[in-house]
């Protein structure tokens, strides 16, 4: 079943000046809203006045978001914005170099005064860097002679501990030694008592194995 058209009048609404015409959403003429719209003034993008951006499907005065509120005035107003802060920082690059040719004696002596404010600045921050660095580079310094200090005390006396320990291994060593020649003396003289009993018993001794 093919439902009939349905048709709503459209009311001719009066734009402000310098407006461009409402665009049509779903056969709808939107009436646009009141809200600051940048002139265009050429005095404005010079001033420091922050300017505000607005948002095409939210304008201003309008509490309820919706697409058909969008309107060609607001994306004006943004480009302007756009122009305006290219336009003030351009002025402000562009006076940065001006001074020091173009500008009047107390104009060009402000601009020396302000590059040798900034040398200085620049001499009292190298300076400050160069004693930080040679402080830090003291403070390792310390820090190595610590950890080197610290080094030769460990080393020195883990020299002495091995000395002590060898001393005593050779001192072990030594008493070791000695008991066992005691006992190897004291087994050949019970030995030689022995042969000599036994030649006190037997005199023949036909192999000469006993003296």
Known sequence: MKLPAISIPSTPVSLPQGTSPVRQSCCLLVTPMTFPIISGSARLW????????????????????????????VHHHNHQRTLIMQRREHYRYHQVWRKPFYGTSSEREEYRKELRDQLKRQIEE??????LQLANKGKEAEYICEVDRLALSTEREQRIQHSKAMTAYRDENKRLMEQRWRE?????????????ELLRHNPINWSGTLK
């Open 184 to 196: 190897k003396a004291l087994t050949r003289s019970q030995e030689a008592l022995k042969e000599r």
């Open 126 to 131: 190298k300076c400050l860097a160069l004693k």
């Open 46 to 73: 010079t001033s420091n006045q922050s300017i505000p951006r607005l948002n095409p499907l939210h304008p201003p005065l309008v509490h309820k978001r919706t697409v058909s509120l969008e309107t060609p005035a």
